[in-house]
């Protein structure tokens, strides 16, 4: 019977086989489970509007008080853009996103334009990217960013940019503002951005 489950999973969130066997000898059974909880409840949510309602009313955001406001300081055809995204996506060549841990991930990764749509993946379980994982530019328009750069839209697109993964809670949220939200921006300022345009997974 638990094979059975587990094969019918595996229709479901598009594991691969290996993916849906628990290697009980290491020690990732539970590590495992979760993930293949989260990502049932991440196919259910996109398939199921009403189910994705539920999930979203559970949630209680975190509030913030005394936000920074920046206000754009030259016109957009003359800003230097760059992307944020909170869909997990990073190069092959990187470390994934942890996704053992329940309360998320706070770090981040930087994006290479130029290499990013040859050499992505995305390690993401809380929402349903299959298509994003066929084209980049459902969850990180760095073609259509470009394209706005060749019609003078924008006044140039930055060289790299940066990636989150956007299931972040209790703790880590502290690092999240505390450290890493503030060594991106610098990341941004160090290499001459006006703006950034936010993506979320």
């Given at each position: 019977m638990v094979l059975l489950n587990l094969t019918v999973m595996k229709w479901m969130i598009n594991f691969s086989p290996v993916e849906c066997f628990m290697n009980i000898s290491k020690g990732c059974c539970m590590y495992n489970l979760n993930r293949l909880k989260n990502k049932v409840f991440a196919r259910l949510a996109g398939s199921f509007p009403a189910f994705a309602e539920r999930l979203t009313a559970s949630y209680t955001p975190r509030k913030s008080e005394n936000i920074p406001w920046t206000p754009i300081k030259k016109p957009l055809a003359e800003s230097k853009i760059?992307?944020?995204?909170?869909?997990?996506?990073?190069?092959?060549?990187?470390?994934?996103?942890?996704?053992?841990?329940?309360?998320?991930?706070?770090?981040?990764?930087?994006?290479?334009?130029?290499?990013?749509?040859?050499?992505?993946?995305?390690?993401?379980?809380?929402?349903?990217?299959?298509?994003?994982?066929?084209?980049?530019?459902?969850?990180?328009?760095?073609?259509?960013?470009?394209?706005?750069?060749?019609?003078?839209?924008?006044?140039?697109?930055?060289?790299?940019?940066?990636?989150?993964?956007?299931?972040?809670?209790?703790?880590?949220?502290?690092?999240?503002?505390?450290?890493?939200?503030?060594?991106?921006?610098?990341?941004?300022?160090?290499?001459?951005?006006?703006?950034?345009?936010?993506?979320?997974?």
């Open positions: 760059a992307l944020v995204t909170t869909a997990g996506i990073h190069h092959l060549d990187q470390k994934p996103f942890n996704m053992g841990d329940p309360t998320g991930d706070p770090t981040y990764r930087t994006i290479d334009a130029e290499t990013i749509e040859k050499t992505y993946v995305i390690t993401h379980d809380y929402y349903g990217h299959r298509n994003a994982d066929k084209d980049l530019n459902i969850i990180f328009p760095i073609s259509r960013l470009k394209e706005m750069d060749t019609k003078g839209i924008v006044g140039s697109v930055s060289g790299h940019h940066v990636s989150f993964m956007g299931h972040i809670k209790d703790t880590h949220m502290d690092s999240l503002l505390k450290r890493y939200a503030p060594e991106a921006a610098t990341f941004f300022v160090q290499n001459h951005v006006d703006a950034v345009l936010l993506t979320p997974g």
